[in-house]
């Protein structure tokens, strides 16, 4: 996203930890950087191995598998990493 402040100058992203741009339903507008929580419980720390196993399945998928993932997510409007990331995190949650 990017932002075009009052002297007309447009950028996006974060800005030496001071100043990010956002986006918000639809709106840009800058705020103040605020260094992200990250409280690594054991729940979230499982979470993110099941996201980084999810990736490391796309990637030893054959490619025959990834295309068929591609066909099936082009309708849903994301892409067949995507799609397979969504669906082995879900099957993964249970497991």
Known sequence: M???NA????YSG???REI????????NFDRTWVMPYDPKTPKQ???RKRFADAHDAWIALPQEKRNEY???ARNMKMTGYNLFVKEYVARMRYT
Request: glycine share 12%; no cysteine.
């Open 20 to 27: 990010t741009a956002v986006e918000r339903d639809g709106t």
């Open 14 to 16: 974060t800005m030496g």
């Open 70 to 72: 591609n066909e099936r």
């Open 7 to 10: 002297f007309g100058n447009t």
């Open 45 to 47: 720390m499982r979470q």
């Open 2 to 4: 990017k932002v075009r």
